[in-house]
């Protein structure tokens, strides 16, 4: 596609219930990173693919975290049990490069706006 | 670990004023350094990118600096339109991290018509 497309736009989950976060990475993209980002702040960083391996998931916030790219293009991010403090933006981004060559930016998508009630 | 600070959280100017945003992060060893614009409901725009072996970056009305050793970047965007009206937001990323990106807080930019 175009661009990084994610769905859903916004979701409303009741405190306790699993949510699953879609991510459509640009075509031929290898790198893909998730992002938290809580009201009023920076994103933050959650974890990061090259193709379908997950070489860092250092930023998850809890084991309730969770996510995967089997087939290194479309990523899901799953929370379990969610808590009221997992309100936030979930932002998606993908980038054409590969570890070790420059850096040509990122692309992100529109996000996901999680509301846990 | 790095932490990226912006300076001022926000900020509102009238149409046509020069403006500059500030950056800062406390770990010199970059990779690179971006400055993204965020819409409301919307997600990042990359605005400009400046490798560590850089000095400055420019795009239209827009300028950024990087002083590495200072631990500082600056964007100036000359001549503010309303259209400018966004959260500007500087990221860093760092070696051998698969360009995780760092980011600061963000400057909220009001411009009046």
């Known amino acids: 596609g175009a661009g990084v497309s994610q769905s859903p736009r916004y979701k409303v989950a009741k405190r306790g219930q699993d949510v699953a976060l879609r991510c459509d990475p640009i075509?031929?993209?290898?790198?893909l990173f998730w992002y938290q980002q809580a009201l009023g702040q920076g994103p933050e960083f959650l974890t990061y693919?090259?193709?379908?391996?997950?070489?860092?998931k250092s930023g998850l916030p809890s084991d309730r975290f969770f996510a995967e790219r089997p087939e290194g293009s479309v990523s899901t991010l799953k929370i379990q049990r969610t808590q009221q403090e997992d309100s936030a933006v979930y932002l998606c981004a993908s980038s054409g490069i590969s570890t070790g060559t420059v850096n040509y930016g990122y692309t992100f998508g529109s996000g996901t706006r999680l509301t846990v009630v | 670990k790095q932490e990226v600070t912006q300076i001022p959280a926000a900020l509102s100017v009238p149409e046509g004023e020069n403006l500059v945003l500030n950056c800062s992060f406390t770990?010199?060893?970059?990779?690179?350094l971006q400055w993204f614009r965020q819409d409301p409901g919307k997600g990042l725009t990359s605005l400009l990118l400046?490798?560590?072996?850089?000095r400055e970056q420019t795009s239209g009305r827009l300028n950024a600096s990087l002083d590495k050793s200072s631990g500082r970047s600056t964007l100036y965007i000359a001549a503010s339109q309303p259209g400018d009206s966004a959260t500007y937001l500087c990221a860093v990323s760092r070696h051998n991290a698969g360009n995780m990106l760092t980011f600061g807080g963000g400057t909220r930019l009001m411009v009046k018509p």
């Open positions: 770990d010199s060893a970059i990779y690179n």
């Open positions: 400046i490798q560590s072996s850089q």
């Open positions: 693919f090259q193709n379908e391996a997950q070489l860092d």
């Open positions: 075509s031929g993209h290898v790198s």
